[in-house]
């Protein structure tokens, strides 16, 4: 699945360049102002239209900073609902006769591996890819195997608790790899880049002619939109961010301490 070049890029290089771009459209807003020919008067109507600027960049970045937090939430919630449903069917296995079991558990161990490779699979796309296609191929064994046995009466009670486990299980792997790309919208983003730095611009441009320029509260206003927009794209980042998954991710990895009962 292809990404948008924001979130291909190192976020901080990505906040580096909107800071660096903010204090430029700073210095070139006073330019503007100094070279300006008519005579700077303090106007109503636009000190009214900096303020709504200011207002929907605020606005935009609390939306944009909310919706980041909720996504990385719910990928949270999928994973460690994944490994409930992974060991719900472990569980499963065992309603079956002995003499079957090994059937399972084979396939189910192949799967296990698989889904583990997923989630150790970083940022490289064409590992996941692959461990998402092995993680298919061994759910449908297991699919098969509940199928096939559910055809023996003896088998049926446990081939339907098995089929309502696998459904749930391969659902939330399934929600998982559409939740990981769920991000926010480029154009989002790329309307924040040029407010930020329409922001910086009527900075510079209305602070001509209302004494001297304090460029540290200039920089204290790039560097804090810089850092909010750097953890709106981090928060959707999980692989190889500065925020990971990898406290709910140990879920599913410590399943496997389980195949040595």
Known sequence: MKLSYLFEM????????????????????RWFAKHRTQEHTENPGTTAITASLYGLLGLLLAFSFGMSGERFKERKHIIVDEAN?????????????DSIQPQFQ?????????????????????????????????????????????????NLLASNQM????????????????????????????????????????????????????????????????VVIFFIIDLDKPRRGLITLDHNIRAIIDLREFRKE
Not at 10 to 29: D, H, K, N, P, R
Not at 183 to 196: Q, Y
Request: aromatic residues 12%.
């Open 10 to 29: 190192a976020t901080w290089v990505v906040s580096c360049i909107l800071f660096i771009q903010m204090l430029i459209a700073i210095w070139v807003g």
């Open 85 to 97: 449903a992974i060991n719900t069917v472990r569980l499963r296995v065992r309603i079956y006769a």
């Open 106 to 154: 084979k396939s189910f161990d192949q799967y296990l591996d698989a889904r583990i490779r997923y989630y150790n699979g970083n940022a490289d796309t064409l590992r996941i890819q692959n461990t998402m296609q092995d993680a298919r191929v061994h759910a449908d064994a297991l699919w098969n195997l509940a199928i096939q046995h559910s055809r023996q009466n003896a």
């Open 163 to 226: 089929l309502l486990a696998l459904t749930q299980m391969i659902d939330l792997s399934n929600a998982q790899f559409r939740a990981e790309y769920n991000r926010t919208p480029e154009a989002i983003l790329t309307m924040l880049f040029i407010l930020s730095v329409s922001a910086a611009f009527v900075a510079g441009y209305t602070s001509m002619g209302k004494g001297l320029f304090d460029w540290w509260m200039a920089i204290g206003f790039c560097l804090l939109t810089s």
